[in-house]
């Protein structure tokens, strides 16, 4: 269990740095998409093939589902997320995305009968909070209700990619992830096929980034998430899940220097003082 715990916080930590990757790259944020899927779902074909495993996935049919709904619903929730940074700003989409991890608490006592415990609740409600004390001083929405729609949605996404690829029961690790990602790729090769039928011209400058956030956060990072996530309680995942946005806030305090304000210290300490307490007492009172 520890090296599953360890494998989820290097992705986290791996997607949190994302935004800063995608900033030194000049193209619009859905082809940063597409292109990233597309890199990092090569990436773990590649790795498959050379590691020279037996394909597992045509023969359950119910997995092959579940991981093709989940890795559509990925694709679909980057696609909403980078429109709504574009509409209402990246501090309020961001806030509405991490939503997610709440839906698919909320949804885990039905889906898959674990105990929602007040301890558990009590912690989301903390790391919710902070996670408005780290949006406090975010940009003021520039757009209309339809990106908050957008934002809402992308949320909504979000829970349903995790539920859908915690009921891959067979399919799991690098295949399970290969598949994901590929899948993933293509909701975005169709999104960007309706939205416009032009070229992506790509400046030289562009290339190493392109391929640092496809091969190594989004390949690398998704093989991480998806080969971890499959073991661990659904809720532990919704609550560390919260260190995913803190770790983009602090990189983007050291490496971009952008002014981190009281206020977003005081998130900080809410987030990470929430799901420790969530994971330390939560199972101590459940005993698991």
Known sequence: MAKNYIKYILALLLFGSNGIVASKITLESSNIVLLRTFAGSLLLIVVFMLSKRKICFLQFKKDCFNIAISGAAMGASWMLLYEAYIQIGVGTASLMYYCGPVIVMLLSPILFREKLTGIKIGSFF??????????????????????????????????????????????????????????????????????????????????????????????????????????MPVQTIAVCGY??????????????????LPMHILGAVFILGGAVFAEIFGHRKTGT
């Not at 995913?244 to 305090?253: F, G, I, Y």
Request: hydrophobic share 55%.
């Open 243 to 260: 260190l995913e946005p803190l770790s983009a806030v602090l990189l983007s305090v050291f490496v971009l220097k952008e002014t981190l």
């Open 126 to 231: 903390v790391v919710l909070v902070g996670i408005l004390f780290i949006n406090s001083g975010a940009e003021e929405i520039r757009g209309n209700a339809g990106g908050v729609v957008l934002a809402g949605m992308s949320a909504v996404m979000y829970a349903v990619m995790v539920i859908f690829n915690k009921k891959s029961v067979h399919v799991k690790g690098l295949e399970n992830a290969m598949i994901q990602l590929f899948v993933s790729f293509l909701t975005a090769a169709v999104y960007v096929g309706c939205k416009t039928n032009e070229v992506i011209q790509i400046n030289s400058g562009d290339w190493v980034y392109i391929l640092i956030l496809g091969l190594v956060n989004t390949g690398l990072g998704c093989y991480l998430y998806f080969s971890s996530i499959g073991a």
